[in-house]
């Protein structure tokens, strides 16, 4: 079965998204989706200048070969651009093969190790009261894990704080301003505020974006400990791995880390000295379910459980292969999920469902998605930015 053609579609039907078509001349056609936020055109560009005439005229059933053919063969290797266009030609790849098979992704990656995804919802405000509402309103939906967000006295602009997106800026980013004190001071008392509010039953977490360094990281770590968090999200930057150890030594809260990571060797020394207990890649960035998969497989050795990464900014066709793969690992632990906006179903049909705090994905073939290229047409790109971050003293800081 040879690829005879393969399309990009850029469509903003409410978030922007880089999609493919890889189309084969038995008439099956896979999809996969490319999206790398604030930064859509350069994977678009890669896909359609530099991946599209290698591609054509290939076995659409050697993945793997595709995969180190895209990734080591062609020299320039790694990175979010790279990993990301790799990542849509190894979904559209896997979707083929499902249609091929006649089967569900789930049952090629070995079948169903569990009938539904555990999932985790967003809940945000300005004030703890708003969260714990935001929080209160999750858990009526049937959530039992929320991750909650609040906005930090004397900042402007938080990580998360906002009920739905970031602020994106469209002619240049929206600039947020931070200051680690304040932060360590409130995020305990907005848990302590939160488990009186809400009580024990339902599992918390929070993501730190990244914003600390190791000992403000493990100071954080070490006051969240009467909270029991179901985890600490990316308290580090991914250049810290070895300071992941520093936390480690003072506090046995779980740790969650990855959506920076763009292939399993980023990950190896958080999983090979234990230094993480959830790995939260995403399948868009990191080459896809291959790699993915791969990485799992690494993790299960060493006793660390999947979160893969959910946001908005991913399409429901990476929705999608992130819970087929949920419902087939062995390690699955949790899945983020996110409410995408009303018109991307116009767009993409399928895609995980939810209820009662859950996540499945349908039994068609492959991935379980379409593109409608019409519909797409009607939602043309609009640039956006990711917001970025300064301290009080105008330097830069890890937004
Ligand atoms: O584009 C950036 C987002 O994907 C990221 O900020 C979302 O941290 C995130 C999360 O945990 O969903
Ligand atoms: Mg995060």
């Given at each position: 079965?040879?690829?005879?053609?393969?399309?990009?579609?850029?469509?903003?039907?409410?978030r922007?998204?880089?999609?493919?078509?890889?189309?084969?001349?038995?008439?099956?056609?896979?999809?996969?989706?490319?999206t790398?936020n604030?930064?859509?055109?350069?994977?678009?560009?890669?896909?359609?200048?530099?991946?599209?005439?290698?591609?054509?005229?290939?076995?659409?059933?050697?993945?793997?070969?595709?995969?180190?053919?895209?990734?080591?063969?062609?020299?320039?290797?790694?990175?979010?651009?790279?990993?990301?266009?790799?990542?849509?030609?190894?979904?559209?790849?896997?979707?083929?093969?499902?249609?091929?098979?006649?089967?569900?992704?789930?049952?090629?990656?070995?079948?169903?190790?569990?009938?539904?995804?555990?999932?985790?919802?967003h809940?945000?405000?300005?004030?703890?009261?708003?969260?714990?509402?935001?929080?209160?309103?999750?858990?009526?939906?049937?959530?039992?894990?929320?991750?909650?967000?609040?906005?930090?006295?004397?900042?402007?602009?938080?990580?998360g704080?906002?009920?739905?997106d970031a602020?994106?800026?469209?002619?240049?980013?929206?600039?947020?301003?931070?200051?680690?004190?304040?932060?360590?001071?409130?995020?305990?008392?907005?848990?302590?505020?939160?488990?009186?509010?809400?009580?024990?039953?339902?599992?918390?977490?929070?993501d730190?974006?990244?914003?600390?360094?190791?000992?403000?990281?493990?100071?954080?770590?070490?006051?969240?400990?009467?909270?029991?968090?179901?985890?600490?999200?990316?308290?580090?930057?991914?250049?810290?791995?070895?300071?992941?150890?520093?936390?480690?030594?003072?506090?046995?809260?779980?740790?969650?880390?990855?959506e920076?990571?763009?292939?399993?060797?980023?990950?190896?020394?958080?999983?090979?000295?234990?230094?993480?207990?959830?790995?939260r890649?995403d399948?868009a960035?990191?080459?896809?379910?291959?790699?993915?998969?791969?990485?799992?497989?690494?993790?299960?050795?060493?006793?660390?459980?999947?979160?893969w990464h959910g946001p908005p900014d991913v399409?429901?066709?990476t929705h999608?292969?992130?819970?087929?793969?949920?419902?087939?690992?062995?390690?699955?632990?949790?899945?983020e999920w996110s409410?995408l906006?009303?018109?991307?179903?116009?767009?993409?049909?399928?895609?995980?469902?939810?209820?009662?705090?859950?996540?499945?994905?349908?039994?068609?073939?492959?991935?379980?998605?379409?593109?409608?290229?019409?519909?797409?047409?009607?939602?043309?790109?609009?640039?956006?930015?990711?917001?970025?971050?300064?301290?009080?003293?105008?330097?830069?800081?890890?937004?």
């Amino acid at each position: 079965m040879k690829i005879t053609e393969m399309r990009t579609i850029v469509t903003c039907p409410g978030r922007n998204y880089v999609l493919i078509k890889i189309v084969t001349d038995s008439g099956i056609h896979g999809v996969g989706d490319g999206t790398l936020n604030g930064r859509e055109l350069a994977v678009a560009a890669l896909l359609e200048k530099h991946l599209a005439p290698l591609l054509i005229g290939r076995d659409a059933d050697r993945i793997e070969d595709t995969w180190q053919d895209l990734f080591r063969g062609t020299y320039w290797r790694g990175g979010p651009v790279l990993n990301t266009a790799l990542a849509a030609v190894d979904m559209a790849l896997w979707d083929i093969k499902g249609k091929r098979a006649q089967l569900p992704l789930y049952s090629l990656l070995g079948g169903k190790t569990r009938d539904s995804a555990l999932c985790y919802g967003h809940a945000s405000g300005d004030s703890f009261e708003d969260t714990a509402q935001h929080a209160r309103e999750l858990i009526d939906r049937g959530y039992r894990v929320v991750r909650c967000q609040t906005q930090i006295p004397g900042t402007h602009g938080t990580y998360g704080a906002g009920r739905g997106d970031a602020p994106r800026g469209e002619q240049l980013p929206f600039v947020e301003t931070w200051e680690p004190t304040p932060y360590l001071q409130t995020i305990p008392k907005l848990f302590d505020f939160l488990r009186r509010e809400l009580g024990d039953q339902v599992e918390l977490l929070h993501d730190v974006h990244e914003r600390l360094n190791p000992i403000q990281a493990a100071r954080l770590a070490r006051e969240l400990e009467p909270y029991h968090l179901f985890f600490l999200e990316d308290p580090l930057r991914p250049e810290h791995k070895e300071s992941f150890r520093v936390i480690r030594e003072h506090s046995t809260i779980p740790l969650a880390m990855g959506e920076l990571f763009t292939n399993k060797w980023e990950c190896l020394p958080l999983i090979t000295e234990q230094l993480i207990d959830f790995i939260r890649c995403d399948l868009a960035h990191v080459g896809g379910i291959t790699e993915a998969k791969k990485i799992a497989t690494l993790c299960e050795a060493f006793h660390i459980q999947t979160a893969w990464h959910g946001p908005p900014d991913v399409s429901p066709i990476t929705h999608a292969a992130n819970v087929h793969l949920d419902l087939a690992l062995p390690n699955f632990g949790i899945q983020e999920w996110s409410q995408l906006p009303d018109p991307v179903a116009d767009v993409i049909l399928g895609g995980p469902t939810y209820s009662d705090g859950c996540l499945t994905v349908s039994d068609e073939p492959g991935l379980g998605c379409e593109i409608d290229e019409a519909a797409a047409g009607a939602y043309p790109y609009q640039r956006a930015y990711l917001p970025t971050t300064r301290r009080a003293d105008g330097s830069v800081h890890d937004w």
